[in-house]
């Protein structure tokens, strides 16, 4: 075909042109197409998540309201289960009531002394309670044993035999006791200055009789509001009988256990009161029985005397500062696990200590580990005690001169 001024056209440019332009119409509407379904996918999901969390609340709803339906319980304590179906209770209105049990409880839990909750029109034992002893007296317990035995404690040979004797051998070898009819003392009261070795002593004990460890310390008993810490003595001596054989040890026992005054203000008399209700628990222990009672303190001068006599904590055991042997048994202890260089000498080391405690020279060992560690050294040497020495014991350290004037003389 021609034109009017005489070229010719082509048509087939044009219907080339005409579906390319159909062919991009078409993908730009696909493209819009697959966003929208792409949207309508995220929102068909969105609701489809909304829609499980709503079933589960309405679930959750419906599960509340049955239990709002239901009766309360009657709160009972089983006295005694007298077979596979029944058991002796006592309500907590008094009276005793001979009931059944539901076969969905554990009749395992279902103890003497169990707290249960009974059907208020048949009386049946439908649930068994939780203990309601205080968690905090729970968490006194110490689940893992000690990790301290007596050849970690240096320089306390007497004392670590007393306390054998006392509060090991009771729970280890009772017959021993039971065949010459003595009986030995119900709590044992480890005195001494801070860091001499008390608690140490107390954690050995336990760990050589695989006893139950319940720790705690004499402030945690001074409670804010009235008849608390004695209620918490109560549970504490319960939880002992309970997980015997065990020993109990108060640690810091002044805190709750300082002599009476009569013109105490109303946080000292509650602090009596928690006293009163230590000694009448610490009275009500059988001698025998498989609970060891420690006490510890650094002050048995203000203690009261209703505390320390027979019967109570009539054994007392002092731990001393240690000697110049005695230290040196405790550097060889806190040392041993550490590189020496051949120039430390333990004589030296004890001597430069003088009125040291245990706990004094476990820092001092760790000082001088730290400085050689400051200073990139494969060993420890002995001017690295000297400095730890210095830092640790203050006026109280003897430097070189002094002990070379003495006669003692480095190896």
């Given at each position: 075909m021609k034109s009017s001024s005489g070229g010719s056209v082509s048509y087939g440019d044009d219907y080339s042109r005409f579906m390319q332009d159909k062919m991009k119409q078409l993908e730009d509407t696909n493209l819009l197409l697959k966003e929208k379904l792409g949207k309508i996918e995220r929102e068909w999901r969105y609701h489809q998540d909304m829609r499980v969390r709503y079933e589960r609340e309405l679930r959750k709803l419906k599960s509340e309201l049955e239990k709002l339906r239901n009766p309360p319980l009657i709160v009972g304590t089983v006295v005694n289960k007298i077979d596979d179906k029944r058991m002796l209770v006592r309500s907590s209105t008094g009276p005793k009531?001979?009931?059944?049990?539901?076969?969905?409880?554990?009749?395992?839990?279902?103890?003497?002394?169990?707290?249960?909750?009974?059907?208020?029109?048949?009386?049946?034992?439908?649930?068994?309670?939780?203990?309601?002893?205080?968690?905090?007296?729970?968490?006194?317990?110490?689940?893992?044993?000690?990790?301290?035995?007596?050849?970690?404690?240096?320089?306390?040979?007497?004392?670590?035999?007393?306390?054998?004797?006392?509060?090991?051998?009771?729970?280890?070898?009772?017959?021993?006791?039971?065949?010459?009819?003595?009986?030995?003392?119900?709590?044992?009261?480890?005195?001494?200055?801070?860091?001499?070795?008390?608690?140490?002593?107390?954690?050995?004990?336990?760990?050589?009789?695989?006893?139950?460890?319940?720790?705690?310390?004499?402030?945690?008993?001074?409670?804010?509001?009235?008849?608390?810490?004695?209620?918490?003595?109560?549970?504490?001596?319960?939880?002992?009988?309970?997980?015997?054989?065990?020993?109990?040890?108060?640690?810091?026992?002044?805190?709750?256990?300082?002599?009476?005054?009569?013109?105490?203000?109303?946080?000292?008399?509650?602090?009596?009161?928690?006293?009163?209700?230590?000694?009448?628990?610490?009275?009500?222990?059988?001698?025998?029985?498989?609970?060891?009672?420690i006490g510890a303190t650094n002050r048995p001068d203000i203690l009261d005397p209703a505390l320390l006599r027979p019967g109570r904590f009539d054994r007392i055991i002092e731990t001393p500062l240690p000697d110049i042997d005695a230290r040196m048994e405790i550097f060889k202890i806190h040392t041993s696990k550490m590189k020496l260089r051949k120039d430390v000498d333990f004589d030296l080391l004890a001597a430069l200590s003088e009125n040291a405690t245990g706990a004094d020279i476990k820092a001092i060992a760790t000082e001088a580990g730290m400085m050689a560690v400051k200073k990139d050294k494969k060993a420890i040497g002995m001017d690295d005690f000297d400095v730890a020495i210095k830092k640790m014991m203050g006026d109280e350290h003897r430097n070189y001169v002094n002990m070379k004037e003495m006669g003692v003389m480095f190896a």
């Open positions: 009531f001979v009931v059944t049990y539901s076969q969905f409880i554990d009749a395992a839990e279902a103890v003497p002394g169990a707290q249960v909750g009974l059907n208020q029109q048949s009386l049946a034992v439908v649930s068994v309670l939780p203990s309601a002893k205080d968690p905090s007296v729970h968490g006194m317990e110490v689940i893992e044993s000690p990790d301290v035995d007596y050849s970690m404690i240096g320089g306390l040979s007497e004392q670590i035999e007393a306390i054998r004797e006392v509060v090991e051998l009771p729970l280890t070898a009772p017959e021993r006791f039971e065949r010459v009819g003595v009986e030995p003392p119900k709590g044992v009261l480890l005195t001494g200055l801070p860091g001499t070795g008390k608690t140490l002593l107390a954690k050995a004990v336990a760990k050589r009789t695989s006893a139950t460890f319940i720790r705690i310390v004499g402030s945690e008993l001074v409670q804010k509001y009235i008849g608390e810490g004695a209620r918490i003595v109560r549970e504490l001596f319960a939880l002992a009988k309970e997980k015997a054989p065990s020993i109990l040890f108060i640690d810091e026992l002044d805190a709750v256990a300082a002599r009476r005054v009569e013109d105490g203000t109303s946080g000292e008399r509650e602090v009596q009161r928690t006293m009163l209700q230590l000694l009448a628990e610490i009275d009500g222990f059988n001698t025998r029985g498989n609970v060891r009672i």
